[in-house]
């Protein structure tokens, strides 16, 4: 059976708190994600969620290995370069695989995960990313609560945009003229990605 896992990370501060473009210099609060087997026909055997705060994140680390596909939205540029100094073993190699990614590569231009949940399952964010730092900096339970249930929030809408995806081929979004758009795509597994041996042995 398939395994894979969906991800999420917030920061603690803002591109504009800090002087470069490296989201390493973010400095990580919190890593949600989703780990699951599904059958070959896609169908989720079992899942759980998992948070990890920073000192927690020795515990985490394994879950990331011995996956077929790992899945994020915008991870490419974001979460990956973020995780990646803090991990014990090589975090790129791992079998990547970046929505955000596969919708640009289709249309050419970039949808925020919002948009594409809102018009094609109907479901949006529950809060801004922008607040993830606020809550971080606050430090008070009420608003570390709320910055764990934001990610894993985010967490779980990326894994239910994927799952219609894998399931209908296709997404829907609302244009600069707020007109619905629909368009194909496909984030089937290509045949050489399964059960690659670089999955083996990272940790």
């Known amino acids: 059976m398939p395994t894979e896992l969906f991800f999420d990370i917030e920061t603690?501060?803002?591109f504009e708190e800090i002087d470069t473009h490296n989201p390493a210099d973010l400095g990580i609060s919190i890593v949600s994600v989703y780990k699951r087997k599904i059958d070959?026909?896609?169908k989720e055997i079992e899942g759980q969620m998992f948070s990890?705060?920073?000192d927690d994140f020795p515990k985490m680390w394994p879950l990331f290995t011995n996956v077929d596909r790992v899945v994020g939205y915008n991870s490419l540029g974001f979460d990956i370069p973020a995780l990646a100094p803090l991990c014990p073993y090589d975090f790129k190699k791992l079998i990547h695989f970046d929505m955000l990614d596969a919708i640009k590569n289709k249309l050419g231009f970039r949808l925020s995960l919002n948009s594409v949940a809102t018009e094609?399952?109907?479901a949006s964010k529950i809060d801004v990313g922008t607040n993830a730092p606020l809550y971080w900096a606050q430090q008070t339970e009420e608003s570390l609560s709320k910055l764990k249930y934001y990610c894993e929030a985010d967490v779980a809408i990326t894994r239910?945009?994927?799952d219609?995806?894998?399931k209908n081929s296709y997404l829907k979004y609302k244009d600069k003229w707020n007109t619905v758009r629909q368009f194909e795509i496909d984030f089937s597994y290509p045949k050489q990605e399964k059960h690659q041996e670089n999955q083996m042995g990272l940790f």
């Open 52 to 54: 990890f705060w920073e």
């Open 120 to 122: 094609t399952i109907n």
């Open 12 to 14: 603690k501060k803002l």
């Open 40 to 42: 070959n026909t896609g």
């Open 164 to 166: 219609f995806v894998m």
């Open 160 to 162: 239910d945009v994927y």
